[in-house]
């Protein structure tokens, strides 16, 4: 982490993101394999896929910055044979936010 910054993680679910319907035992056990938990502070604890976001929070003067990773597993229906199959999802993210009220 760089100076001023200070990283945060959150674990939240698919559910509560409105991403529910691609929430599955399928998506659910793959999560548990790679690790990703769903604690109990967690309103859909036990019953949803896991979703870890972390962010590294930086601030200088009238910008912040957010790095993060995101993790989770999706299900999604084989073309093939339509049965549900497990995708994981690992998304590195950047966001840069300027507060142009404060310039003048």
Do not use: W
């Not at 679910?13 to 502070?41: D, Q, W």
């Not at 896991?50 to 999604?76: E, N, Y």
């Not at 950047?94 to 507060?99: K, M, P």
């Amino acid at each position: 982490m760089g100076r001023g910054s200070r990283l945060q993680e959150k674990r939240i679910t698919l559910k509560r993101l409105g991403l529910g319907n691609l929430s599955t035992e399928v998506s659910k056990s793959r999560a548990s394999v790679m690790g990703l938990r769903v604690t109990k502070a967690v309103k859909d604890y036990p019953n949803g896929t896991p979703v870890q976001i972390s962010i590294d929070i930086t601030r200088r003067k009238q910008k912040l910055r957010l790095d993060g990773i995101i993790k989770t597993v999706i299900s999604l229906t084989c073309n093939r044979c339509g049965d549900p199959a497990a995708e994981s999802i690992f998304s590195n993210f950047s966001l840069l936010l300027i507060d142009e009220h404060r310039r003048t």
